[in-house]
């Protein structure tokens, strides 16, 4: 072990290769803990289980833990993924300043950029990536890929959504199995579900609207049910 850092990795006895860095970092570690890399003021500062190996844990108060296995998880940034407590968590990827903050019990999920995924708690299996992509989620299943993609509001369970592109599904809240591609596509969409939207800002006739298809640049749908293809300054399909 290696141990930098007044009390770092402080209560090891039996834990094998640890690189411990920090202010009282990897400070509780002592059931056998081993092969970890933890970085940072705090990081890793509550972990206490002897199944808590092979962890990535950098930054300030990142990946405290608890007394339950963390188990090859890559934590990166201030505040990331610092709320498992007593929980479990395999495989999780938290990378960007509270990213996965307030995180227990949701397994398989992946949040890369400032405050991706930020409120998930105990929703499973998203894939966040972007500044504050998935902020507000609170559903599961759900893949949102760019600035403010799926940021929503907290005020429903948004599952097995996919957006890809800056703002899209920007204002998501409990709708599910909507699919939106293109800057600021599906925008629109709070509780509507089984949607279909590609293009830059293309989008539903509404909030509410189910079963709706928009393809091209700036297209809005026509009503559920469905398809619009192309936007009013279309002239002809060919």
Do not use: P, R
């Not at 500062?45 to 990946?63: H, R």
């Amino acid at each position: 072990n290696i141990a930098i850092g007044y009390d770092a990795g402080k209560s090891m006895t039996d834990n094998n290769s640890n690189i411990v860095i920090g202010y009282q970092s990897f400070i509780s570690a002592d059931a056998g803990e081993s092969n970890n890399i933890v970085i940072g003021e705090s990081a890793g500062s509550d972990i206490n289980d002897t199944n808590s190996d092979d962890n990535i844990i950098i930054g300030k108060d990142a990946g405290i833990g608890g007394a339950a296995a963390m188990i090859g998880c890559v934590v990166i940034g201030k505040d990331a993924m610092n709320s498992t407590l007593s929980n479990a968590q395999t495989g999780t990827i938290a990378i960007g300043s509270s990213a996965l903050t307030a995180l227990t019990t949701g397994a398989g999920n992946v949040a890369i950029g400032y405050q991706a995924g930020e409120d998930l708690t105990d929703e499973a299996n998203n894939t966040l990536i972007g500044y504050q992509a998935g902020k507000n989620a609170n559903g599961a299943g759900s893949t949102y890929i760019g600035q403010g993609a799926g940021i929503g509001a907290s005020t429903g369970a948004d599952t097995d959504n996919v957006a890809v592109g800056k703002d899209s599904l920007g204002a998501i809240e409990d709708g599910t199995n909507n699919t939106a591609v293109g800057k600021a596509a599906g925008n629109t969409v709070t509780s509507g579900s089984n949607n279909t939207v590609i293009g830059k800002s293309a989008n539903v006739s509404a909030g509410s609207s189910t079963n709706q298809t928009a393809i091209g640049y700036g297209t809005t749908g026509t009503g559920d049910n469905e398809i619009a293809l192309g936007n009013t300054s279309v002239s002809a399909i060919k």
